[in-house]
Structures are given as structure tokens and as C-alpha cells.
């Protein structure tokens, strides 16, 4: 049949709607067991265990997910394949390990065969399934589960709004733990060296500063239009501004200064550029990570941020146009 754009547009917001429904009844319906599974995902870390995770049908692949999102967060995961741990490959499972089995029906067979195996091994078990009345859950140590109205497909056949609300589910429990174990961005970096987002996060300010001849600096003694003038040679935005016995960091001139300079009346360019400069300027470490600096440049609405060493003395220059091109933004 033809796909005619109000149909496919109806339809598409439809299937959306019903699936959001799905998150919100979820969210709204979390109680104690959602605490419990926390609790014992932070005890399997303090003893020095990890998650493991299976599914079958549509649920593996949430499976392998919510896995590779804890993976990514520090708290080592795998994925065990429901059919191949029947044959050997339970051998990855130890006793300090805690098992997500996902199953929405909380009957599928080759999930419920498991269960006594699992035991066996004196492994702990969360139910993860959208039936709190089902075998599955009945059987496990720690129940989580996500409530779906309906399904999105027009057939009631196809999981839709239950695969998403279980991996929705999964990312929420990872997040709780990511902020109650204080994860920081130096952490996150450590688990995603590669690609683009590693590499960001990996950013130093010492990888991004201006430094020597792009470096602008002079005494706070000096000429404005001398200062001018460096910042003109430099092809800077601002001017770092130093104490001339001791080359610490007393201020900074941006071109906003000065603008605001010239309209002090004739004559401004031979003052000091000590009376025009901004005093106690915000400053870096060289150290620091880029992003760092990201907030800086955010939380103050500046548009340069002068790098300093441990004495105090400018090293460097972060000139606010320049952190687009590390795609620090």
C-alpha cells in the first residue's frame, strides 16, 4: 500500500507515544526492588566480581548493551549467550558474580534452564522482566522490572516498547552507580582511549594553549598602545600582563578592554595599561583537561583563559575560537 506522509507521520508519532508511555509507567512504578539490585551490583564491585547478562530473541542484543554501558563506566560485564552456557561456556561464571537474566514474559525456557545452573555456582540472580508474577522472578534473588501498557506494534507480536523500557531500565541502574561511586571525566577517559570522544577527554590544556610567539606578554608597566600593539603581533585577542620584578601574573587586556579604554578620552594609549587591565583574571593549569577549561570559558562568559605554572607565571593562552577546532564543545 502506498505510504502517504500523514499516515506514516501519524503512525510514527503513535508508535513513539506508546513507547514514552511505557518509560514514564516504568519510572513512575520503581520502588524498593530497584534499590535492592543497586545495593547488591555495589557489593558484587566491593568483592571484586562482575555483572553478567543474557537474554534471548530481542533481548540479547539489550543485554550486550547495558553490559557495554557498564563496561564503559568501570564495573567489568559480559554477555553470556543463553544457548552457549549449556555448552561450556559457564565456565565464565564465578561465585562473586551477579546474573541479569532478561526475559519480558519471565518464561522463556532457555532463560528459566539457567536459573538452577546459575545457582549451582552460588551466583546471585536478578530478574529482569516486565512480569513481576512469572517463574523468573518468582526464582530470583533480586527483581527488576519495567511496566509496559502495550506493545507498539500493531500486532501486539514484535517487542517495542518492552525492549526500550528495559533498556532504559538498565542505563538508569548503570547511571545510579556511575554518581553514588563519584565517576568523574578522568575516569570515563580511562575506559574510552580511542575515537573521538577518548581523544577529547584525553585533551590537556598544554595540547591546546598558545604558547611563545602566539603568547602575548608584557610588564603591567608598560604602554597601552605597547600592549596593543604585542597583542597586534601575536594576532591575539588579549595580552597576559606580568609584575615586572617578579613575571607573576597580575591581569589581563582584552579587546573589549580596549574598546573600553578609548573612551576615556584622548591620550589613553600612552597610559599604563595597568589602569585598563583586568585584575585577577581567571586562569588554568597547563595540567588541567581541556573540558575543564570548557566550563571555565562557560560558567564566566570569558572569551580568553590565561594558562598558568605552579609560581604563577603565564605559559599559555586559550583563546575561546580555538576549542571548536579540538571539538572541545
Given amino acids: ?85 549449556l555448552h561450556g561456556d559457564l565456565g565464565l561464571v564465578e561465585s562473586d558474580d ?38 523468573l522472578a518468582r526464582n530470583a534473588d533480586f527483581q527488576l522490572f519495567y511496566h509496559v501498557p502495550r506493545e507498539a506494534c500493531p500486532l501486539k507480536l514484535a517487542p517495542t516498547a518492552s525492549t526500550t523500557a528495559a533498556l532504559a531500565l538498565g542505563d538508569a541502574l548503570a547511571m545510579v552507580l556511575l554518581e553514588a561511586r563519584g565517576f568523574t571525566r578522568d575516569d570515563f577517559a580511562k575506559y574510552h582511549p580511542a575515537g573521538n570522544l577518548g581523544r577529547v577527554l584525553l585533551l590537556r590544556v598544554k595540547d591546546i594553549m598558545r604558547s611563545g610567539n602566539r603568547l602575548p606578554i608584557a ?30 601574573l597580575t591581569g589581563i587586556l582584552t579587546d573589549g578592554d580596549f574598546r573600553r579604554s578609548a573612551l576615556t578620552g584622548p591620550g589613553f594609549l600612552g597610559r599604563p595599561v595597568s589602569t585598563f587591565m583586568t585584575r585577577k583574571p581567571k586562569v588554568i593549569a597547563e595540567d588541567a583537561l581541556g573540558v575543564d577549561a570548557l566550563r571555565l570559558f562557560e560558567a564566566h562568559k570569558i572569551d580568553d583563559l590565561i594558562v598558568v605554572n605552579p609560581k604563577g607565571k603565564p605559559v599559555g593562552l586559550i583563546d575561546g575560537q580555538d576549542l571548536p577546532k579540538f571539538k572541545i564543545v
Avoid at 507515544?17 to 512504578?29: D, P, V, Y
Avoid at 555483572?51 to 557498564?70: D, R
Wanted: charged share 20%; aromatic share 4%; net charge positive.
Fill in 98 to 135: 551477579l546474573a541479569f537474566l532478561l526475559s519480558n514474559s519471565g518464561h522463556s525456557e532457555e532463560i528459566l534452564r539457567l536459573v538452577p545452573m546459575l545457582k549451582r555456582f552460588g551466583v546471585k540472580i536478578v530478574a529482569f522482566t516486565g512480569t513481576p508474577e512469572s517463574d
Fill in 219 to 248: 610588564t603591567d608597566d608598560v604602554s597601552t598602545q605597547s600592549a596593543i600593539l604585542a597583542m597586534t603581533k601575536a594576532k591575539s585577542g588579549s595580552i597576559a600582563l606580568v609584575a615586572k620584578k617578579t613575571g607573576r
Fill in 1 to 85: 500500500m502506498a505510504l502517504h506522509p500523514k499516515s506514516v507521520l501519524a503512525r510514527a508519532r503513535a508508535c513513539i507515544r506508546i513507547e514514552n508511555a511505557a518509560l514514564a509507567e516504568t519510572g513512575k512504578r520503581l520502588g524498593r526492588e530497584f534499590v535492592a539490585t543497586a545495593r547488591a551490583v555495589d557489593a558484587v564491585r566491593a568483592r571484586g566480581g562482575k555483572l553478567i547478562f543474557t537474554g534471548v530473541g530481542k533481548n540479547a542484543p539489550v543485554a550486550q548493551k547495558i553490559a557495554a554501558t557498564f563496561n564503559s563506566t568501570g564495573m567489568p560485564s559480559c554477555f553470556l549467550d543463553a544457548t552457549q552456557a
